[in-house]
Each structure stands twice: as structure tokens, then as C-alpha cells.
């Protein structure tokens, strides 16, 4: 079955054509049927010419059109119902109620981008009227944003719903008037088939022009590569590894065009600890952080994986206790082969730091992650900067500190991140104020009391932060801030009324 008409699903059901792959059950490795071919370049042209085309169509539509076409894309996955949870669970061995959650959080940013776009101030019509009385006279000027044009979506591994095909960046490109190209993630194929059909019968039932989204897959890097360099394709969104974020931003950059290129690529998410919070709730810090790391087997971006302590008794019973809630937390199979065989070695690698000492003995065990605790000192980590590296899965280092002066200079030397975490208590006031003003300039989100995994939905959130977190500080991937990825101001000078869009008239 090859799905066509308002999409192009460029991955087929395939009739013995390579090149070939299955889907995979992620718990026991087995092929799941129907079997797909990639796309190939010419499915790859005839989605961009579809996309070119449909563009000054679709960024034309009224804001209550563009928010029937969103609305109905929720409505649609919606209705899919239980066989998208189980395609889901099977081809990434996420539990049910993860699944389920993570569809709820994609019907409700389809439908909060439908808000958006229906109530309109995010343009951010300004208008300066003409003064002809004025010496020199004063002309009339208008300015709001406009969409860039078709765009490309890469689907990341861990998010196989909320950061995928009909995801955030799919969402808020939709919402600001661009046509979207979608790359799907090898890891979830039948998901993604679901999700584009859903995507292609929304677009059939509210008259989207032909083109307006389109799906492709592959088996290797090749599509993925030419499609950010494709001429058509006017801005990206990317959400996964840093090496992968990288190499497709070197595409980017070699373009003649250059283009947006928005990457979310790796984070530590450092938690700092303070003393106070240690002797007023260190058990329910050590439990709260448990629950943190081991969260789907610790595939989060948001994952805390650096934990600041202080060195002295309270920070000891804290280790010991997270130390044996880490240990009683059983393997557990991860997204895909790859990802656990890049956790396996990277722990492994971990373990033979000599600035770094393991807390739980570490063995790779058969399509499943069990979690790793490390500890080290800051003066260890200050002169092996690799420590703060990401490892994707139920891992941390805990790191611990002499005093405060020697916890700010720790946070003054980490790369961007996503996030940062503050745990205080009474005492704590000064280094709080100290670390908030260093961590401002290394971080898009600063938590207080909580633990970054989770990530809200709505107009102040920001799901970014400075290199190399993502490629443009200046952005977030999440809430209503992450429209403006997808559009640039444009100002009319002295424009006839007839040639201005609506919200300028």
C-alpha cells in the first residue's frame, strides 16, 4: 500500500523492492510485518515541488482554516485509538502509559498551536501611520511574521508521537503557514504510517492543498542529507544525538541558500544540591532522583545526568540511599538495538575513568538497560570536562563540591543545556543568587525544587539552551515561542490596503 493524493508517504509497503527493512519489536528484537522500502530521491523531489507549490496557497489561508486543518489532524490521531497505542508500545518498547500520555501531549500541541493561530497576536502586528507633515515626511510602515516556506522535520527516536511525525515541530510549522516535509525515524515506522495517514485525511477533509505535508523515510543517511539540502526547503527541526544534529547542520551551512537550522542535541541537565536542601529533605531529594534518571530507562533529554553534592555526611546517606534504589531497579529494554549498544558502551567507558568511581558494578545485559551511578569530585571533573559528556539512558554522575565557590565554578564551566536544577534550603540564599546568574547564560529552563523531566506545554516554556544543546540558543522546540522558528518579520512601506495581509488592513 503506498499512500498518496494530499501526502506522499515515500516509504512503501514494499512488493520486493530494496533496499528493505522491518519493523522491530524493541523488547524481543523480532521483525514485525509489513515490511517498507525507503524513499527514494524522486519521491524526495515530488514532495518538494508538492510542497513549493502548495506554499503560497496554504500561507494565504485564513487563521481559522489553518486552525481546522490542526484540529482535525488532533482529531484524527485521536480516533486511530488503541492500534496506534500498540504499534507504538511494540516498535519502541515504551510501556502503555507512557504511550498513552505522549499521545495525549500530541493532540493537545496540535490543538494549543490551533489557539494560537485562531486568536493571531503572535504575529505581532506593528503599525506606524504615516505623518506627511512632517519634515522629512514620516511613511507608513507595517510589519508582522510571515511564513518561510516548506519545511523539513526529523522525527527523533525517543518521541516516537509528541517530537515526531504530527509532533511539536510539525505542529508550529503548520501553525505559522509553512508546508512540511516529514523524515521518519527508522525506529517506529509502523507509528509513523499511522500518524502520516492521520496527518494526509485531515488534510483531504478541510481541502489542504496537494502538498501541504508529506512523509518520507529511509533506511540510511541519504535522504535525510539531501533534504536539508534540497533548494526547496526554506528552515529545519531536528530533534536527536549530537553527532547526527552535527553532521546535518554541516549540510546546512554548505548550502548556497543558508537556512534556519534548529537541532536539539544533547543535554546533561545538571542538578546542583545545596546543603540546605540536604538537611531538610535528603530522602525525598535521593527518591525524587531515582525517579528522575530511571524514567524511560532515562531516554529524555531532559534526563538529569550531573548531580551536584556537597562533600560532607548528609551527601553520604544521600548516596547510599539513591545508591540502592538505583541497584533495585531492574533492566529494562531501551527504544532500539542501537541506542542500548551506545549505552552499553559509553558506561563501559565510564567505568574505566580513573577520576571516576562506580557505585553499581555494571554488566550489559540482553535487549535491556540496567542503571548506572557514578561519583567523581569537582576538581575531577573540572580537569575531565569529558565527564560532563551525555550518556543517553538510566545513568548519572554524582559530583561533589567543598564548598559554594567550587559549585559556581562548576556551573561556570559547563557547556549549554537544556536545563539546570537548584535544590536549596535555609542558607543556601547567597549561592542560589550566585548560581542562578551563571546559570542564565547556560541554560534555556532553570528549576527550582523539581527535577527536569517533564516538559509543560504553553507560551512560557523554553525546551532549549545555548551550544551545544541546540544550534540556536535563541529558540525553544516547545510552546508557543517555538511558532516563531518558522516565520520572519516582514515590514510594508507605504502599501496599498489591497496589497497588505489582513491583520495589516
Known sequence: MTLTGQSIIGFARTENTEPVFFGKNAATGEKIEPAYRGATLD?????????????????????????????AIADRIEAIGDPLIHRTMAE???????????????IAQLRFFAQIVEEGTWVDVRIDRADPARTPPKPDTRSMYRPLGPVAVFCASNFPLAFSVAGGDT????????????NA?????????????????AAEATNMPDGVFSLLFSVGYDIGQALVAHGAIKAVGFTGSRRGGMALLKTAESRKERIPFYAEMSSVNPVFILPGALAERGPQLAAGLH?????????????????????????DTF????????????????????IRENYDALVSKRTGETAVRTLIPWSPAPQAAGPALFETDAKGLLGNPQLA????????????YLDSEQAVEVANELEGNLTATIHSGPGDEETVRRLVSVLETKVGRILFSGFPTGVEV???????????????GRSTSVGGRAIYRFARPICYQDAPAEMLPEELR
Request: net charge neutral; with cysteine.
Open 43 to 71: 519521491d524526495l523531489d515530488k514532495a518538494a515541488g508538492l510542497a513549493l507549490a502548495a506554499f503560497p496557497v496554504y500561507r494565504d489561508f485564513s487563521r481559522q482554516r489553518r486552525a481546522e486543518f490542526l484540529r
Open 92 to 106: 519502541t518498547a515504551l510501556p502503555e502509559g507512557r504511550v498513552r500520555g505522549e499521545r495525549g501531549r500530541t
Open 171 to 182: 505542529a508550529s510549522a503548520l501553525a505559522a503557514g509553512n508546508p512540511v516535509i516529514v
Open 185 to 201: 525515524h527508522f525506529g517506529h515506522p509502523g507509528t509513523a504510517e499511522m500518524c502520516g495517514a492521520a496527518i494526509r485525511e
Open 291 to 315: 525517579t528522575s534518571v530511571t524514567l524511560g530507562v532515562g531516554q529524555f533529554c531532559t534526563n538529569p545526568g550531573l548531580v551536584l553534592l556537597p562533600r560532607n555526611a548528609q551527601a
Open 319 to 338: 548516596t547510599i540511599e539513591l545508591t540502592e534504589k538505583m541497584k533495585s531497579t531492574a533492566p529494562t529494554p531501551m527504544l532500539n538495538e542501537g
Open 389 to 400: 559528556d551525555e550518556v543517553f539512558g538510566p545513568s548519572t554522575l554524582l559530583v561533589r
Open 458 to 472: 504553553n507560551w512560557s516554556m523554553v525546551h532549549g539552551g545555548p551550544w551545544p544543546a541546540t544550534s540556536d
